[in-house]
């Protein structure tokens, strides 16, 4: 780790002192917001190729978005999401999955580590119930096809709890907040889109 701070000092930063200075002097003001998973293979600066200040990232288990429950619980994605919006109005919130998601798999099968053990997966992962208790593959698909399949639904609907905050909803009946859905191949780096109309994923042409 120090070593690759070493190389970031001489490296990065060097290369872009002036813009971190801007920062910490100005504040962020990035216009986009992800909220992706906390899988260490899956980072949206890395895949997007972002710099400093570019976009504000919200990293959590399965990439998942509770419903809009201000109860008196300690809610940190809600909150992220509140920050976002309300604080740095951003205009594009990005729900960004990925293939090979543990969490996902973990969903496929509840009775393994580590949703049957610990104090606090098994029940964020039950953010997933409705949707798993629903999806049905018929025995046709393989284990591979299933955890696709839903990874891709787990998307939709985060995206369906992300619209349950009021101050989203208002916004993006106001044209001035967008929301996207993305699924990125860890194995092909292929990224595929959500079409919001069709509710089908999509690879754009880049």
């Given amino acids: ?25 100005e504040g962020q003001t990035p216009t986009t ?10 980072a949206p600066e890395t895949i997007f190729n ?30 992220g999401i509140e920050f976002a919006v309300n604080g740095l109005g951003v205009q594009n919130i990005v729900v960004m999955g990925h293939g090979r998601c543990g969490g996902i798999k973990a969903a496929l099968s509840p009775e393994a580590p580590p949703l049957a053990q610990g104090d606090f997966i098994g029940k964020w992962m039950g953010l997933l119930d409705p949707v798993a208790q629903q999806f049905t593959d ?10 696709t399949s839903l990874e891709r ?9 992300l ?15 967008a929301v996207h859905g993305a699924w990125f191949d860890i194995k ?17 042409d880049v």
């Fill in 1 to 25: 780790m120090l070593n690759g701070y070493k190389e970031f000092m001489g490296g990065r930063y060097a290369n872009e002192r002036a813009r971190y200075h801007e920062l910490a002097i």
């Fill in 33 to 42: 917001m992800i909220i992706a998973c906390c899988d260490s293979r899956a």
């Fill in 50 to 79: 972002c710099g400093p200040g570019e976009v504000f990232v919200l990293r959590n288990v399965a990439n998942l978005v509770p419903p809009f429950e201000p109860d008196g619980g300690q809610h940190g994605t809600s909150a």
């Fill in 138 to 147: 018929n025995g046709l698909m393989t284990s591979g096809e299933r955890q």
């Fill in 153 to 161: 639904i787990s998307i939709r609907n985060s995206i369906k709890n």
């Fill in 163 to 177: 619209r349950t905050f009021p101050y989203v909803a208002k916004l993006e009946a106001e044209g001035k907040l």
């Fill in 188 to 204: 092909t780096g292929e990224l595929w889109v959500l079409d919001d109309a069709t509710g089908e994923f999509d690879r754009p």
